[in-house]
């Protein structure tokens, strides 16, 4: 039987690969057909997915808040592979503190990684994108903007990382009123509570207990079951769903 969400013959951008959601992204996008662009802060984390990999994977270490770097790293890709068909903006950071004793560095870093470099990535391979559209035969574009219950909700303690999260579901509706004449579609997938190194803090002994009775499902969620709909947003099977935000949180959103 076909395989309804292969990736074959694609190539698939996904930003901070080295671990964590970005790797267990690019690890299933591997798996599905697809040539992964891995990008991230982390060399030695890029090497090792390469090494796990392959010579399905291509890795650029650099800051994906960096312009220069961005759009280097883009043209490269496009000599090497030609057509770009994914991206999935997925490196995040946290830098907490309650509101009143945020520092405008704290609130700066966040928006920078989440938002500006979602914005980067976004503008410099869709260009590409619409390039390959307006040549003709182009297969589709898919971004998948990583969000999250915060920016759903609102977060204690993080308002600079549920700022940019919100802003990512306005960038991700902008990205589909703009470019479905493309046939390039964007979604966001919102995460809740996954197992990652990000989540050490929330997933502790201070806060554990109360965050879990907050999840209908009462545990964490993994990183290989909540990259699946991340690459089925990915892949054809999803080829009329744009400008959604899709919840992947064990019904985190739905308490009251
Ligand atoms: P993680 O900390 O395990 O991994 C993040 C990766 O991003 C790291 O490899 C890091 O080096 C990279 N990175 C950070 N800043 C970068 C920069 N400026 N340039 C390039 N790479 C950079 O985090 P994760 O839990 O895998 O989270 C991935 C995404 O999912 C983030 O956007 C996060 O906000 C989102 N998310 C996570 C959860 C969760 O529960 N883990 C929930 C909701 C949303």
Redesign the pocket.
């Known amino acids: 039987m076909q395989n309804m969400v292969s990736l074959e013959g694609r190539t698939i951008v996904v ?10 992204t690019s690890e299933l996008a591997v798996a599905l057909g697809a040539r992964v662009v891995a ?4 060399q030695a ?1 890029l090497d090792a997915l390469a090494q796990a990999l392959g010579k399905n994977v291509a890795t650029y270490a ?5 312009p220069k770097f961005v759009q280097g790293a883009i043209d490269d890709v496009s000599t090497r592979f030609g057509v770009v068909h994914g991206l999935v ?6 830098r907490p503190a309650m509101i009143e004793k945020m520092t405008l560095q704290q609130w700066n870093e966040v928006i ?3 938002l500006t ?1 979602a914005f980067l990535w976004t503008q410099a391979v869709g260009r590409r994108m619409i390039e390959a559209a307006n040549a003709g035969g182009f297969a589709g574009g898919s971004i998948i903007n ?5 920016g759903r909700g609102g977060s204690i303690g993080q308002i600079n ?1 549920a700022a940019a ?1 919100a802003g990512l579901l306005g960038m991700t509706m902008s990205i589909a009123k703009e470019w479905a004449r493309y046939n390039i579609r964007a979604n966001s997938v ?10 050490e803090t ?1 997933r502790g002994e201070k806060f554990r207990d109360g965050v879990l009775s907050r999840i209908p499902m009462g545990r ?2 993994q ?1 290989d079951e ?1 990259v699946k709909p991340i690459c089925f947003l990915l892949s054809d099977a999803a080829s009329y769903i744009t400008g959604q935000h899709v919840p992947v949180d064990g019904g985190y959103l739905i308490t009251v």
């Open positions: 930003t901070g690969a080295a671990q964590g959601i970005g790797k267990a990008v991230d802060l982390n984390g650099g800051d994906v808040s960096d903006n997925n490196a995040g950071i946290i920078a990684v989440h470099g990583i969000s999250s219950v915060a990382y999260k919102c995460f809740g509570v996954v197992e990652t190194p990000m989540t929330i964490w969620a990183t909540v």
